[in-house]
């Protein structure tokens, strides 16, 4: 089965992976798609994304594009695939690129569609405080994770888990459902099921920074899920004396006060919110690394009533 991978981030390294040694028998990877290199960095070095780094690793031939349905129909069609594979690519495919392989194109997506179809399902689900999530496998079509459903595997959602360590949870789960799908395919065995019209399925954007703002009227439960949402990336902030302060952990506690007060400073940081309060575990000032409560508090003096934010 000649086997075209498209991904770009570190989602998509494992799934990439396991395909090249678990599927080797019936598999050949006869290209690796990726968005182009990119600026990385204070000096701005220009940096392979992983999956390229990956597909270079294993001597695969790799193609990069800014917009693939105008610079990279002709490159697929010489690759002559039965299947094509996208894992967190990031391009919108044309329908003239769906239809050149025998298979069709499937993807494998971070959550149980038809709930969080887009860009960012993994930091809404924890946002949203969901228990569980997993990996759908899906017949891509023209629209945005609309495509029927071959099979899902679902994954429970731990209480305290963050963003990045949920991201290598799902990555495994897809790296596992992948193989799957390319022996049901082998074998003629996969089945499609159009996807139900649900209420209230959201439609997931790309992370901005400014999504990651505390707003400390809301209740404890969902600062502190903002909190794991954004960890590692771009990470939650306030602001104290107007400074920039990133937080990277943080539990709920049942304090009492104003919104972005500081109730508590003996041997914790804990601020109250709009329900209950959160306590501070990891935060790091601007210019600083991050730092456990107890040390940061070694050498940040903060009075009870202080504010966070602005």
Known sequence: MRVVYLGTPDFSVLPLKY???KCASFVEIVGVVTNPDRPVGRKQILTACPVKKT???YGLNVFSYDKIRIEGVQDLLKLQPDLMITCAFGQILSQEILSIAKYGVINIHASLLPQYRGASPIHYAIKNGDTETGITI????IGIDTGDIMFQEKLSIKSDETCG???ERLSLLGAEAIV????LI???KEKYTPQENIDGLILT????????LIDFSKSAKSVVNLVRAYNPSPVAFTFLNDQPLKIYRAKESNGVGEPGTVINVDGCLE?????????ILQLQKAGGKPLAIKDFLLGNKLEIGSRLGK
Not at 271 to 279: L, M, Q, R
């Open 180 to 183: 799957k799908a390319v022996n």
């Open 19 to 21: 395909l090249i040694e």
């Open 205 to 212: 954007k790309q992370v901005r920074k400014e999504d990651a």
């Open 138 to 141: 899906m017949k891509t079509d």
């Open 55 to 57: 597909a270079m690793e």
């Open 271 to 279: 601020i109250a919110c709009g329900t209950g309060s959160v306590k």
């Open 186 to 188: 082998k074998d003629g």
């Open 165 to 167: 360590e949920l991201f």
